[in-house]
């Protein structure tokens, strides 16, 4: 019974002379029903992180503020999710108010979100820079993956006792947070799956320049146990992308770009109706014992006489290349990847995941992945293994 019938039966009980046996009736098919879809009513959390406000004003350009757009961006994309059955939103500001990077995850994790997005304005001296980006939280190495984080990053010297706060770490060199164990391989897969939905969001609909799905030490990102990203929206400091983004009409279009790619993650990942969060609050999967990934059996790829079986090293260790990861289970054919061969799948019971190659050399990996980028899987990156487990790269590299 829907909450609707709820309300006309409950209508109906206080209108309509009727027996006191059938008023208890209709009184105890009520409580049971409302009490039924209170608990149907649970939502899909997202908490929205406006970028910089207050005495951070983020990147400054011909008279363009990063913090007033990015705050203007997320009041629209939460507009339209509280408008959306199903959704629940939450906002690290609502105001131009200074909100530490430490509290803005804090936000997300006390209020068990399912996704965080941090939405922020790009910016270089170089003012013909222009395109969106999306970063998942990752140990990249890129310059100018670490420059972007380290222009980010900064704020944290605004912050009170930042040095103790953030344990030494320094904004000037983000390559210090290389090497940290982060909690962040089990939201990846879900981080760049969202991250690319709203990559795509804003090339199909927007006509936007993409510069891709990048990874970067990102200290909002850090401390937020939840898939993640942070949405670089374009370059303030390119005259045409300022003017655009800091136009009314260029952030709605920017909002319900971004607000789409997150209804069509929801939809994908937990479906369309509501959906209860009883066995997927992060605050829980903080506390939980991780558990060993197990690989899934699949069958082994043709081979030809002049091929070996493969072999691990004697440490146990293989690297592969995730080229995807989505809830729908596909064959491994190579017309299913884009013309890549020796395709594996494994599933961890809620998402299947997709691997090209598999060799216990890792630069050998690192060459499968350029393969695999040059064949279409932008997002794609080398991930290990030891005896069938999942281990993170730098426990790998250290055999």
Known sequence: MTLASCISLKLTFGFMGISNTRKASLLLTFFFCVAGNSVLAQKFKVTLDAG????????????????????????????????????DVVYTRKSDVFIELVERANI??????????????????????????????????????????????????????????????????PETMIGVELMQ??????????????QDMF????????????????????????????IEMGFISNPKDGAFLDSEDGQDEMAKAIANAIIGYKKEYFGSGNYDPANERPSQRITDTPVAETPAPVAAPERTTAQTPFESDASGIVFKVQISASGNKLATTPSNFKGLSGVSVQSDGKLF????????????????????????????YVVAFRNGQRISLDEALKK
């Open 203 to 230: 090339v199909r609909s927007l006509g936007k320049k993409s510069r891709g799905v990048k990874q970067a030490p990102f200290m909002v990102l850090h401390k937020a146990y939840m898939p993640r990203v942070l």
């Open 353 to 380: 995941k997709y691997f090209y190659g598999e060799t216990p050399d890792y630069q050998t990996a690192r060459q499968k992945l350029s393969e695999a980028k040059t064949k279409g899987f932008p997002s794609a």
């Open 52 to 87: 910089h406000g207050g005495k951070d004003f983020g990147a400054v350009y011909h008279g363009h503020i990063e913090k007033n757009i990015a705050l203007g961006v997320v009041q629209k994309v939460g507009k339209i999710l509280e408008g959306t059955p199903g959704f």
């Open 185 to 198: 391989e089990e939201f990846l897969d879900n981080s760049i799956s969202l991250a690319s939905k709203i």
């Open 108 to 173: 997300a994790n006390r209020a068990d979100s399912h996704i965080f997005v941090s939405i922020h304005c790009n910016a270089n001296k170089n003012t013909a820079a222009e395109g969106t980006e999306t970063y998942v939280m990752g140990m990249n190495k890129n310059a100018s993956n670490l420059e972007a984080a380290k222009r980010e990053n900064s704020v944290i010297t605004l912050e009170k006792d930042y040095k103790q706060k953030y344990e030494g770490y320094d904004p000037s060199s």
